[in-house]
C-alpha cells in the first residue's frame, strides 16, 4: 500500500522558517517526481513546488519563489520543503504528492491532476 506521511508543519510568526518532510513507503518513489500542494481555508487548492526524480529539475509557483526551496534524498524515499520568510498568506495544509508514472523523466507537473499519490497533509499556521 502506497503512503505519504507529511512532517514537520506547526505554528510560526511571520519571517520565520519551517522544514517539511515526506516519507514515502509501500514503493520506491525514487524514480518519480515528488512535490508539495497546498489549500488554505475557502481557497483552491494550489501548487508549491516540485521536483524530479534526481532532483536536478525542480519548479516553484511564484508566490513561493525565493522563500522556499525543495529537496529530496531518494535512499530515504524522502522531499523536503524548506520555508523561510513565511507569511500569514502560506497558512494552509500543505499535501505531499508524487506519481506513479512515467519513470525517469525531467518533466515536473505543476497541475494537480498529474499526480497520483496524495498525503493526508500537515498544518502550516503563519501568525502576524
Known amino acids: 500500500q502506497v503512503q505519504l506521511v507529511e512532517s514537520g508543519g506547526g505554528l510560526v510568526q511571520a519571517g520565520g522558517s519551517l522544514r517539511l518532510s515526506c516519507a514515502a513507503s509501500?514503493?520506491?518513489?525514487?524514480?518519480?517526481?515528488m512535490g508539495w500542494f497546498r489549500r488554505a481555508p475557502g481557497k483552491e487548492r494550489e501548487f508549491v513546488s516540485a521536483?524530479?526524480?534526481?532532483?536536478?529539475?525542480?519548479r516553484y509557483a511564484d508566490s513561493v519563489k525565493g522563500r522556499f526551496t525543495i529537496s529530496r534524498d531518494n535512499a530515504k524515499n524522502t522531499v523536503y520543503l524548506q520555508m523561510n520568510s513565511l507569511k500569514p498568506e502560506d497558512t494552509a495544509v500543505y499535501h505531499c504528492?508524487?506519481?506513479?508514472?512515467?519513470?525517469?523523466?525531467?518533466?515536473?507537473?505543476?497541475?494537480?491532476?498529474?499526480?497520483?499519490?496524495w498525503g493526508q497533509g500537515t498544518q502550516v499556521t503563519v501568525s502576524s
Open positions: 504528492v508524487t506519481r506513479s508514472g512515467p519513470y525517469y523523466s525531467a518533466y515536473v507537473p505543476a497541475v494537480s491532476y498529474q499526480y497520483d499519490y
Open positions: 509501500g514503493r520506491t518513489f525514487s524514480s518519480s517526481a
Open positions: 521536483i524530479s526524480w534526481s532532483g536536478g529539475t525542480t
